[in-house]
Every structure is written in C-alpha cells, then in structure tokens.
C-alpha cells in the first residue's frame, strides 16, 4: 500500500502532461506550460523519491532489496530516464 502512495502522483503529472499534449482547445503558452511544469515535475519527483525512499533503506540497513521494492525503483528509474530523453528531444527540436 505504501508503494502505492509513492507511485500515485507520477499519475498525476501524467494526466498534466496528457492535458498539454491532448487538449487543442487551450491556448499555445497554456499547453507548453502544462507540458513543461508537468516534465519538470516528473523528473524532481522521481530523483527526490528515488534518493530519499533509498536514504531510508540505507539507514535501517537494509541491503538486499524485495521485489516490489525492485520495482519500485525500477519504475521511478525508467519514468525518470524517459522524461529527460522527452525533454532533451523537445528542447532540441522547438
């Protein structure tokens, strides 16, 4: 249940980033905002999870790691590294 609550706001950036990209009613700057609050919100989310869920298991000394927990960083991981490559291309290509 805990991972689960660790997950559920990188849904919600997702749904913000989906509104910019989806939604063609909305101004030009409202969707490149939606798009660029959203991405920046996604990477510092996952860096800071990932580095303080692991601070934690570090100080109970905790080693090995469980398979949910494998998940989890796994999940934040890819969510990270994608974002960053997404936000790369955009910047390289507008």
Not at 8 to 23: C, D, K, R, W
């Amino acid at each position: 249940m805990k991972k689960i609550i660790v997950i559920s706001p990188t849904f919600l950036l997702f749904i913000g980033l989906l509104a910019g990209l989806l939604l063609p009613r909305l101004a030009f700057s409202t969707r490149t905002d939606f798009i660029a609050y959203s991405m920046t919100g996604l990477v510092l989310y996952c860096f800071f999870t990932i580095f303080i869920y692991g601070l934690g298991l570090s100080f109970h000394g905790q080693k090995k790691f469980d398979r949910p927990t494998k998940l989890l960083f796994g999940y934040l991981s890819t969510v990270l590294v994608l974002v960053v490559f997404a936000a790369i291309f955009l910047m390289g290509h507008h």
